[in-house]
């Protein structure tokens, strides 16, 4: 955007001031995001930069707190070769919470794709009953403070049968909380409203009208999805499981109430750091989750583009 | 009225017969009742398809919620395990003093409250209403346990006086009944004196009112700041062409993208005393070594990280209401004379309104329950109505004074959703 040609002295003033602000809220946006960067490779304990630092001494920098994400738990940190490795798959704490935000992240998201895709084409159906309503209660997860969700979660889970009770049958049938299986169905509830939204939202430009070609053409219902309908709506479906995903990856009040010790996640693991001895190796993790929003932020901006393409929207 | 391109309509549009002056379709049935049959499966087949989730989240997030709130009103922790004393207060009407019967209740079901291990569950509830008498309780129970002797008034009074205080009777005649509104009462700073009319709570325990009126006003302020920042990023980046947008977009989409604990985190590293902020300032000479600012385990933590981690929620949907604004209105009203700044006010803003709504009510609804920001930044003063409640599910064990606030809390953040689907519709609510 240029300063049109008839446009006065102080409105161009205004016009690079206005250039300016926009350049120090985008500033505010991204430094926070930046600057844990450098400073997880910091030598000395510290959340700032030492003046080693910043005259750029090699002795300044380290690698210290990503070793001490791996050796943290370990048996016997100081042993070398395969053992050391085995030790650290087995033992070191952060792996292990890398190991169950991954199993539950996947799982939840399984979850959470499959019933919300199908949710979404139901949805998008012009003859879906009750459409408005049930839409809000399904995006209700989103909505509702995540301190309320866990609060009702951790007495539903701790014993999942108590409402069973209003019809005369058995209360007791185990506890949900502190098992796997506990916290992947919270965070598929907690997913499922991304998916219904980015589904949805892809099916918006969907044209019906291919699915009356396939089955005109002899396909049944089976085939015109999967051969059909799938490809066409998949990248839409890719980025609602990738939100799906980030939001259990990223998720830790639920898991503070209804997981138990087997279950400590990475963000868990962070909010124990942050909350009794915070040090510099929560940098470190901060670090490497930033490279994987990255990663993640890059396939979703690929998809989406994909998306617009396959179906023929023109970027504006 | 059926799609027109819907198949069984097709099959409609060839009906044949005009015998009986009724439209019949090819197999001869009233086109009406033919029509209405395939509507009616097609309603069927969308609705079976969003059935599973539909039954998923009812299972397992509005029950949850549903079950939450009811022990906002619903607590027998008293009733169920003092029943005699309960029915003696249900038979004497508020005021009565305290008989033998009453006594001789008291006695019986301390007694046995204790035998079966449930005298804690009944001090705990008692304790809610007058702080400290959970041991009394407990201590109480155990000296029963041994044996008791009537008259029992006077060798409870013997055990402790405290069973003589007029505030005890009346709290546990409020806990007689397992259906109380008494912790709303409590979530309003008010309670139920001796009398049984409802007066506010000593000043020192008005903790709660405070608390709502401190999340409604951060929240308030957060998105206002939030507009203020958002609204001139949404513009340039409205009006940038594509290609330069789209670059300057993956820095309004990575924070978004970016795990809440981290951005948590660098606002502790940047805010703190001994942070980059404060070193900055210093090195500047904008503040002299001792005179570190105090940016973060305060209110001004919580106001500075929640902002950051919400501003992509404003800019989002102000953005894609600006791309939609033709330019060519704001040169019409240029060249009818307006200034600029007229034209942006009369002209321009107006049509940004709805994406303003959009972005301040999603910001304002996210921001009124949000947690793991003050909890990790907010110190006393930055604390929001969340942690109150947390606080009450995990240290204090008020399970029902947790419900009672979160219903509060929930009944504020459904009726702003209510008013969200009105005025934008959930179906415009885009990520990314």
Same mark, same amino acid.
């Given at each position: 955007?240029?300063?049109?040609?008839?446009?006065?002295?102080?409105?161009?003033?205004?016009?690079?001031?206005?250039? $300016?602000?926009?350049?120090?809220?985008?500033?505010?946006?991204?430094?926070?995001?930046?600057?844990?960067?450098?400073?997880?490779?910091?030598?000395?304990?510290?959340?700032?930069?030492?003046?080693?630092?910043?005259?750029?001494?090699?002795?300044?920098?380290?690698?210290?707190?990503?070793?001490?994400?791996?050796?943290?738990?370990?048996?016997?940190?100081?042993?070398?070769?395969?053992?050391?490795?085995?030790?650290?798959?087995?033992?070191?704490?952060?792996?292990?919470?890398?190991?169950?935000?991954?199993?539950?992240?996947?799982?939840?998201?399984?979850?959470?794709?499959?019933?919300?895709?199908?949710?979404?084409?139901?949805?998008?159906?012009?003859?879906?009953?009750?459409?408005?309503?049930?839409?809000?209660?399904?995006?209700?997860?989103?909505? $509702?403070?995540?301190?309320?969700?866990?609060?009702?979660?951790?007495?539903?889970?701790?014993?999942?049968?108590?409402?069973?009770?209003?019809?005369?049958?058995?209360?007791?049938?185990?506890?949900?909380?502190?098992?796997?299986?506990?916290?992947?169905? =919270?965070?598929?509830?907690?997913?499922?409203?991304? $998916?219904?939204?980015?589904?949805?939202?892809?099916?918006?430009?969907?044209?019906?009208?291919?699915?009356?070609?396939?089955?005109?053409?002899?396909?049944?219902?089976?085939?015109?999805?999967?051969?059909?309908?799938?490809?066409?709506?998949?990248?839409?479906?890719?980025?609602?499981?990738?939100? =799906?995903?980030?939001?259990?990856?990223?998720?830790?009040? =639920?898991?503070?109430?209804?997981?138990?010790?087997?279950?400590?996640?990475?963000?868990?693991?962070?909010?124990?750091?942050?909350?009794?001895?915070?040090?510099?190796?929560?940098?470190?993790?901060?670090?490497?989750?930033?490279?994987?929003?990255?990663?993640?932020?890059?396939?979703?901006?690929?998809?989406?583009?994909?998306?617009?393409?396959?179906?023929? $929207?023109?970027?504006? | 009225?059926?799609?027109?391109?819907?198949? /069984?309509?097709?099959?409609?549009?060839?009906?044949?017969?005009?015998?009986?002056?009724?439209?019949?379709?090819?197999?001869?049935?009233? @086109?009406?009742?033919?029509?209405?049959?395939?509507?009616?499966?097609?309603?069927?087949?969308?609705?079976?398809?969003?059935?599973?989730?539909?039954?998923?989240?009812?299972?397992?997030?509005?029950?949850?919620?549903?079950?939450?709130?009811? %022990?906002?009103?619903?607590?027998?922790?008293?009733?169920?395990?003092?029943?005699?004393?309960?029915?003696?207060?249900?038979?004497?009407?508020?005021?009565?003093?305290?008989?033998?019967?009453?006594?001789?209740?008291?006695?019986?079901?301390?007694?046995?409250?204790?035998?079966?291990?449930?005298?804690?569950?009944?001090?705990?509830?008692?304790?809610?209403?007058? !702080? +400290?008498?959970?041991?009394?309780?407990?201590?109480?129970?155990?000296?029963?346990?041994?044996?008791?002797?009537?008259?029992?008034?006077?060798?409870?009074?013997?055990?402790?006086?405290?069973?003589?205080?007029?505030?005890?009777?009346?709290?546990?005649?409020?806990?007689?009944?397992?259906?109380? +509104?008494?912790?709303?009462?409590?979530?309003?700073?008010?309670?139920?004196?001796?009398?049984?009319?409802?007066?506010?709570?000593?000043?020192?325990?008005?903790?709660?009112?405070?608390?709502?009126?401190?999340?409604?006003?951060?929240?308030? @302020?957060?998105?206002?700041?939030?507009?203020?920042?958002?609204?001139?990023?949404? /513009?340039?980046?409205?009006?940038?062409?594509?290609?330069?947008?789209?670059?300057?977009?993956?820095?309004?989409?990575?924070?978004?993208?970016?795990?809440?604990?981290? %951005?948590?985190?660098?606002?502790?590293?940047?805010?703190?005393?001994?942070?980059?902020?404060?070193?900055?300032?210093?090195?500047?000479?904008?503040?002299?070594?001792?005179? %570190?600012?105090?940016?973060?385990?305060?209110?001004?933590?919580?106001?500075?990280?929640?902002?950051?981690?919400?501003?992509?929620?404003?800019?989002?949907?102000?953005?894609?209401?600006?791309?939609?604004?033709?330019?060519?209105?704001?040169?019409?009203? %240029?060249?009818?004379?307006?200034?600029?700044?007229?034209?942006?006010?009369?002209?321009?803003? !107006?049509?940004? @309104? !709805?994406?303003?709504?959009?972005?301040?009510?999603?910001?304002?609804?996210?921001?009124?329950?949000?947690?793991?920001?003050?909890?990790?930044?907010?110190?006393?003063?930055?604390?929001?109505?969340?942690?109150?409640?947390?606080? /009450?599910?995990?240290?204090?064990?008020?399970?029902?004074?947790?419900?009672?606030?979160?219903?509060?809390?929930?009944?504020?953040?459904?009726?702003?959703?209510?008013?969200?689907?009105?005025?934008?519709?959930?179906?415009?609510?885009?990520?990314?």
């Amino acid at each position: 955007m240029a300063v049109p040609t008839y446009a006065t002295p102080l409105e161009r003033i205004w016009h690079y001031a206005y250039l $300016v602000i926009c350049g120090l809220i985008f500033f505010f946006l991204i430094a926070p995001i930046v600057v844990i960067i450098p400073l997880s490779f910091n030598a000395e304990p510290y959340f700032t930069f030492t003046d080693r630092m910043l005259s750029f001494d090699p002795e300044g920098y380290s690698t210290r707190w990503y070793e001490s994400l791996l050796t943290f738990g370990m048996q016997n940190p100081d042993a070398t070769g395969w053992g050391f490795w085995v030790d650290a798959w087995n033992n070191a704490n952060w792996v292990k919470a890398a190991k169950n935000s991954i199993i539950i992240g996947v799982f939840s998201t399984l979850v959470a794709t499959v019933l919300g895709t199908l949710a979404a084409l139901g949805l998008s159906r012009p003859e879906m009953p009750f459409r408005r309503a049930i839409m809000a209660i399904l995006i209700s997860p989103m909505i $509702v403070p995540l301190i309320i969700t866990a609060t009702g979660m951790f007495f539903f889970y701790s014993n999942p049968c108590e409402m069973l009770g209003i019809f005369g049958l058995p209360t007791d049938c185990g506890r949900l909380a502190g098992t796997y299986v506990g916290v992947i169905l =919270a965070h598929a509830t907690l997913g499922i409203p991304f $998916v219904i939204i980015t589904v949805t939202a892809t099916l918006v430009g969907f044209d019906q009208s291919l699915n009356r070609a396939a089955a005109s053409l002899g396909a049944n219902p089976r085939t015109t999805f999967f051969r059909v309908t799938m490809p066409l709506i998949l990248p839409g479906v890719i980025s609602g499981a990738l939100f =799906a995903f980030v939001t259990s990856f990223d998720e830790v009040v =639920a898991v503070l109430f209804i997981a138990g010790p087997e279950q400590q996640t990475i963000p868990r693991q962070m909010w124990n750091g942050i909350r009794e001895q915070i040090s510099p190796a929560i940098l470190a993790v901060a670090t490497l989750l930033v490279i994987f929003s990255i990663a993640l932020l890059t396939t979703v901006e690929l998809l989406r583009r994909r998306s617009e393409r396959i179906r023929g $929207v023109t970027p504006r | 009225m059926a799609n027109a391109l819907d198949p /069984h309509a097709a099959i409609a549009t060839t009906a044949t017969g005009l015998t009986d002056g009724a439209l019949r379709t090819a197999d001869g049935k009233p @086109l009406a009742r033919a029509l209405a049959r395939s509507q009616s499966l097609a309603r069927r087949r969308a609705f079976l398809l969003v059935l599973p989730l539909l039954a998923f989240i009812l299972i397992t997030f509005v029950v949850p919620i549903g079950q939450m709130l009811q %022990r906002s009103f619903y607590n027998d922790g008293f009733s169920a395990n003092m029943p005699a004393l309960s029915q003696w207060f249900a038979e004497n009407p508020r005021g009565t003093e305290p008989d033998e019967a009453a006594w001789s209740a008291l006695a019986t079901d301390l007694q046995a409250s204790a035998e079966a291990r449930t005298i804690g569950v009944v001090g705990t509830r008692i304790n809610y209403d007058v !702080p +400290g008498t959970r041991s009394l309780f407990t201590s109480t129970g155990r000296q029963v346990r041994r044996g008791i002797e009537p008259p029992y008034q006077a060798a409870l009074l013997e055990i402790d006086e405290e069973w003589g205080d007029p505030a005890l009777w009346s709290a546990m005649r409020e806990a007689s009944s397992p259906v109380t +509104g008494n912790f709303y009462l409590a979530a309003v700073d008010r309670k139920r004196d001796e009398t049984g009319s409802i007066t506010q709570v000593e000043e020192r325990q008005q903790v709660y009112v405070m608390l709502f009126m401190r999340t409604f006003w951060l929240s308030l @302020l957060i998105t206002g700041i939030t507009f203020v920042l958002g609204f001139p990023i949404a /513009h340039l980046l409205a009006t940038l062409p594509m290609r330069k947008s789209n670059l300057l977009m993956i820095l309004v989409l990575l924070p978004f993208w970016t795990s809440l604990l981290v %951005r948590t985190t660098s606002w502790m590293v940047l805010l703190q005393q001994q942070g980059v902020i404060n070193d900055i300032l210093v090195w500047l000479g904008v503040i002299g070594p001792d005179g %570190r600012l105090q940016m973060i385990y305060n209110q001004a933590g919580t106001i500075i990280a929640m902002t950051h981690i919400l501003l992509p929620f404003m800019i989002l949907p102000l953005y894609s209401v600006m791309r939609t604004i033709n330019p060519s209105y704001v040169r019409a009203a %240029r060249s009818l004379g307006a200034t600029s700044w007229t034209a942006f006010r009369r002209v321009y803003f !107006p049509q940004t @309104l !709805p994406g303003l709504g959009a972005g301040a009510l999603l910001v304002f609804i996210l921001a009124v329950g949000y947690y793991i920001t003050p909890a990790l930044v907010g110190g006393s003063s930055g604390q929001l109505i969340s942690n109150m409640i947390a606080m /009450h599910m995990t240290d204090t064990l008020n399970w029902s004074m947790a419900a009672a606030l979160a219903a509060l809390l929930l009944g504020a953040v459904l009726l702003l959703y209510w008013v969200y689907d009105r005025m934008v519709g959930i179906d415009n609510l885009k990520l990314g």
